[in-house]
């Protein structure tokens, strides 16, 4: 909505016409801009750590459609380069200004509770390269999920020998 002010700001008129102005692109024009912005003040080692962010905040569905999902803010903990970009896609950065502060990944709780999880579920399918990650990798992705679901049951089911995924399974 931002962007949408800032566009109409001179004319004064704010209306769907602009919205829909091949040049301004809608959501995904606004979205994708803001977030290769975002990711182009990362660090190199931060921007190459998008996929091991990226891979613990999404989840894809059977039907192909990705989710966001939350994860620990503790996963994260050896990983430098992945706690930069979270800093540079969140409003997690203290130093940085209000206009600089990115909001597409949220940081909530206490720093001993502090999860992390995409803010605009649009980023999934809007942002071009994240979009394209995730066609990429939805196989891996949806694999991770049904493994981790099947641990947990296994796990809460005492974990007996003859639900044990094998070595050919994994």
Known sequence: LKALYRRCQDSGRMGLDTYGDPAFCGLKGVIGRHADAALSRADAEARAALPKVFSRLVTVRKDGTATR???HWDYWRDNPAGQRLIAHL???APDRPP???NRLLVVMG???ESTVEVAPEALLSEWATLAGWIREVSNALRLREQLETEAQTWDAGG???HLRWRHERL
């Open 69 to 71: 999902r939350r994860e």
């Open 90 to 92: 969140s409003d997690a």
């Open 99 to 101: 206009e600089e502060k």
């Open 110 to 112: 206490t720093d001993s």
């Open 159 to 161: 974990r007996p020998e």
